[in-house]
């Protein structure tokens, strides 16, 4: 069977809904691009290459709303959350809050 590649485009093409490709990302990636944007102490990123789950220890939460804490984070991911993560859970402390919690388990 032999495919012209060439030939004019179809109109009923041009009525199919676009589809975005997440392209997969690496957990140490993310974990870099956090590091990178927000004083940390502890950074963890596990996931399959769309979804993923993140526990951030920073003194820059201190203060913070779990909303603030979670904008820096989208933030210092940027496009990151539009184009290439699907899903992130995150778990953000401050240092107290790590240690108290720590100190509990």
Known sequence: MHFNCLRK???FLERIPKVYIL???DPKEI???IETKLQSISVEVDGDGTHFE???VSPEFEGKSLL???KL???ALGDAM???IHALSLKTYTPGQWESMKAGA
């Open 9 to 11: 485009p179809r109109p």
């Open 23 to 25: 392209c997969s990302m």
């Open 31 to 33: 974990r870099a691009m």
């Open 54 to 56: 993140a526990v951030i």
């Open 68 to 70: 603030e804490r979670h």
């Open 73 to 75: 984070v989208y933030d």
């Open 82 to 84: 539009k184009e290439r």
